[in-house]
T-cell receptor, first 108, second 116 residues
Framework: DAKTTQPTSMDCAEGRAANLPCNHSTISGNEYVYWYRQIHSQGPQYIIHGLKNNETNEMASLIITEDRKSSTLILPHATLRDTAVYYCIVRVGNDMRFGAGTRLTVKP | EAGVTQFPSHSVIEKGQTVTLRCDPISGHDNLYWYRRVMGKEIKFLLHFVKESKQDESGMPNNRFLAERTGGTYSTLKVQPAELEDSGVYFC??????????????FGPGTRLTVL
């Protein structure tokens, strides 16, 4: 019952920006958008989160549209180690509701 | 600062046996969560502790699963008796504050459970 829609898979060339889209058209005004990723069989890794303003940290940037119905995670210079499944999550309650995510493959 | 740790990393048991998984949260984190991913499915929430109290256990699949967090530090998740469908990866996460829409959860590496 995830509230987000993401493409199943994407490719990106090494060194280029990876732009991962997420639709969350039913998001409520006080619900945050979180991004996590899972590299191979490791635990989910927190990347970034935001409410309505764009956010940037050392890992990525998060661009949220003005109507908040969609967002884009940007990895500015993708490396081979960024190959992972990326999850966009609209935080409804205490728990994180993971969907299927986007499998990003960074290619040399 | 040490992250969330989980033990064991792998466990292989036979159907009907008991297994206990352990999670040590980040020091100072009052909130502790258990999740799991069973074969071919998405990661699903199991339960949430605030200190030693169960805040939400709506995701626990049945009464064969028992989670405890005595003293509000580490937590254990016991499966007794284990069934084949319990196979999967069990993740633990912790967070610091109680503002549930804004606290960031940090995940451990998971315990891979295989029930034969």
């Amino acid at each position: 019952d995830a509230k987000t829609t993401q493409p199943t898979s994407m490719d990106c060339a090494e060194g280029r920006a990876a732009n991962l889209p997420c639709n969350h058209s039913t998001i409520s005004g006080n619900e945050y958008v979180y991004w996590y990723r899972q590299i191979h069989s490791q635990g989910p890794q927190y990347i970034i989160h935001g409410l309505k303003n764009n956010e940037t940290n050392e890992m990525a940037s998060l661009i949220i549209t003005e109507d908040r119905k969609s967002s884009t995670l940007i990895l500015p210079h993708a490396t081979l180690r960024d190959t992972a499944v990326y999850y966009c999550i609209v935080r409804v309650g205490n728990d994180m509701r993971f969907g299927a995510g986007t499998r990003l493959t960074v290619k040399p | 600062e040490a992250g969330v740790t989980q033990f064991p990393s792998h466990s292989v048991i036979e159907k009907g046996q008991t297994v206990t998984l352990r999670c040590d949260p980040i020091s100072g984190h009052d909130n502790l969560y258990w999740y799991r991913r069973v074969m071919g499915k998405e990661i699903k929430f199991l339960l949430h502790f605030v200190k030693e109290s169960k805040q939400d256990e709506s995701g626990m699949p049945n009464n064969r699963f028992l989670a405890e967090r005595t003293g509000g530090t580490y937590s254990t998740l016991k499966v007794q008796p284990a069934e084949l469908e319990d196979s999967g990866v069990y993740f633990c996460a912790s967070s610091q504050v109680s503002g549930f829409r804004t606290d960031t959860q940090y995940f451990g590496p998971g315990t891979r459970l295989t029930v034969l």
